[in-house]
C-alpha cells in the first residue's frame, strides 16, 4: 500500500507540492490538515483516545477527529471522510477558522499544520474503528477546558492549541 502523501502549502494555504505523510513530519514541512469538533443536543463535545499503536500521540485524548485532507479534497469532504472511517459516523460539518502551528514530538516528529476547524453535531454514539480510536465520550467544554488545566499530558498538543485559541469560536 501506498504511504498516503499531505498537501505541502505556504502560509496562505495555497499548495505547493505533495509529499508521503511520515517524511513531511520528519520535515516539520507546513501541511493542510483538518480537526473535526462533533458536538450533541447538550453542548458536549465528542472526545477520541488516539489508538495506542499511533506513531505519534497514542493513548491521548483530543478532538472527534483530525487527518489530512487528499489532494483534490475540499477540507469539508475530507472531514466527513475521516469521520466516517475514525467514528463510523455522518453529519453535516462548517468550517470556523483555520491557522498555524507547530509541535514537536518526543519521538522526533513536528506536526507543522495549517489547520483547519470544522465543527458538527450529532447526538447517537459512534461506532468506532478500533484500529484509530481507543475510546470517546461526551464532555461539556467548561469541563473540558477544566480538565486541561490539571491534566495537559493526557490531550494532545494540537487540541489544547486549539481549545486555547479558539474556544470561543467552537459553537455549531
Known sequence: MEEEQVILVNEKDEKIGLMPKLEAHEKALLHRAFSVFIFNDKNELMLQQRALHKYHSPGLWTNTCCSHQRDGETSLEAGKRRLL??????????????????????????????????????????????????????MLMEDVKEDIKHNPHIYTEWFKIIFDKFYQDLTV
Not at 463510523?88 to 476547524?117: C, M, R, W
Open 85 to 138: 472511517e475514525e467514528m463510523g459516523l455522518t453529519t453535516q460539518l462548517k468550517e470556523v477558522t483555520s491557522f498555524i502551528y507547530k509541535a514537536p514530538f518526543d519521538n522526533g516528529l513536528t506536526e507543522h499544520e495549517f489547520d483547519h476547524i470544522l465543527v458538527g453535531t450529532y447526538n447517537d454514539e459512534p461506532s468506532i474503528n478500533e484500529d484509530e480510536v481507543a475510546s470517546w465520550k461526551w
